[in-house]
């Protein structure tokens, strides 16, 4: 089993900057990905961007080029630095985990809100 603990939401103004991490822990040598989901009121749950066993990384077309997605060293914590952040980004962010043996694990979620 993997366990999950995310941090890093809360409120920021249209344009700025957050960064969300997450740390894994238990089996964290099955994880063959990490990654970041997100789930606005009324939405399903869509992702956001992943980040692969070797190091690839993928990302939605609407978080290309504003939002990093990266990793420890240890590969135990997995960040979403989210840049240049619209109202539309406002929604509850879930990290996620995807084991070797095809379990998929997710985080409590963090709300992020983007408003003035």
């Known amino acids: 089993q993997v366990q999950l603990v995310e941090s890093g939401g809360g409120l920021v103004q249209p344009g700025g900057s957050l960064r969300l991490s997450c740390a894994a822990s238990?089996?964290?040598?099955?994880?063959?990905?990490m990654g970041w989901y997100r789930q606005a009121p009324g939405k399903q749950r869509e992702l956001v961007a992943q980040?692969?066993?070797?190091?690839?990384?993928s990302y939605a077309d609407s978080a290309k080029g504003r939002f990093t997605i990266s990793r420890d060293n240890a590969k135990t914590t997995v960040y979403l630095q989210m840049n240049s952040l619209k109202p539309e980004d406002t929604a509850v962010y879930y990290c996620t985990v995807f084991t070797l043996s095809l379990v998929r694990y997710w985080g409590q979620g963090t709300q992020v809100t983007v408003s003035s």
């Open positions: 980040i692969f066993r070797g190091g690839s990384t």
């Open positions: 238990g089996s964290i040598s099955s994880i063959n990905e």
